[in-house]
T-cell receptor, first 115, second 116 residues
Framework: AQSVTQLDSQVPVFEEAPVELRCNYS??????LFWYVQYPNQGLQLLLK??????LVKGINGFEAEFNKSQTSFHLRKPSVHISDTAEYFC?????????????FGGGTRVLVKP | DTGVSQNPRHKITKRGQNVTFRCDPI?????LYWYRQTLGQGPEFLTY????????KSRLLSDRFSAERPKGSFSTLEIQRTEQGDSAMYLC??????????????FGNGTRLTVT
């Protein structure tokens, strides 16, 4: 079984400042890693994913994440946030290979961008 | 690609009543998933289908919950004898399926259930 821990439940940040959202996972098998964003009263939208290869992954809206296998982490970063980045962000894992697709989510990090 | 569609968007019901939600996945997506999200929490897996076959059910899915996908297209999730603890957002997601096991899930906007 897999589990995901998002270390910060809320992150306030000023507009145009950088932000980092922390994610650590636990798994006895190889995993794929994902970050999703959820705006109020909406479903989840994929920001980026790590399947294999380069450990630095770039996603939509200027976000990027780095996979660190030794630290079992997949932290999300953005160098300069906008008001529109105010949302909840979820880190998720799935088993790699043919047993994949089913996601296990972390508890989420709420980002509040202040002007 | 019209996206994953869920109906209704909101449902308010009295405790003890039955409710049914519908999910229409992206066409030709073989896998369909149901998740539950309570306030301030991440989504929790409930069940998933490969075509019409229900392949896995979470222990969260009590006997009062039943999901179907009769023709391998849309799916319904029914909750019988609702309880206040069932109040949550119910999310549906789909993905292309077995040959595309590294494809991300595409989520609908969810059905928010309030049990009074």
């Amino acid at each position: 079984a897999q589990s995901v821990t998002q270390l910060d439940s809320q992150v306030p940040v000023f507009e145009e400042a950088p932000v980092e959202l922390r994610c650590n996972y636990s798994s006895s098998v190889s995993v794929y890693l994902f970050w999703y964003v959820q705006y109020p009263n909406q479903g989840l939208q994929l920001l980026l994913k790590y399947l294999s290869g380069s450990t630095l992954v770039k996603g939509i809206n200027g976000f990027e994440a780095e996979f660190n296998k030794s630290q079992t982490s997949f932290h999300l970063r953005k160098p300069s946030v906008h008001i529109s980045d105010t949302a909840e962000y979820f880190c998720a894992v799935s088993r790699s290979g043919a047993a994949g697709n089913k996601l296990t989510f972390g508890g989420g990090t709420r980002v509040l961008v202040k002007p | 690609d019209t996206g994953v569609s869920q109906n209704p968007r909101h449902k308010i019901t009295k405790r003890g009543q039955n409710v049914t939600f519908r999910c229409d996945p992206i066409s030709e997506h073989n896998r369909l998933y149901w998740y539950r999200q309570t306030l301030g929490q991440g989504p929790e897996f409930l069940t998933y289908f490969q075509n019409e076959a229900q392949l896995e059910k979470s222990r969260l899915l009590s006997d009062r919950f039943s999901a179907e996908r009769p023709k391998g297209s849309f799916s319904t999730l029914e909750i019988q004898r609702t309880e206040q603890g069932d109040s949550a957002m119910y999310l549906c997601a789909s993905s292309p399926g077995t040959a595309f096991y590294n494809s991300p899930l595409h989520f609908g906007n969810g059905t928010r259930l309030t049990v009074t």
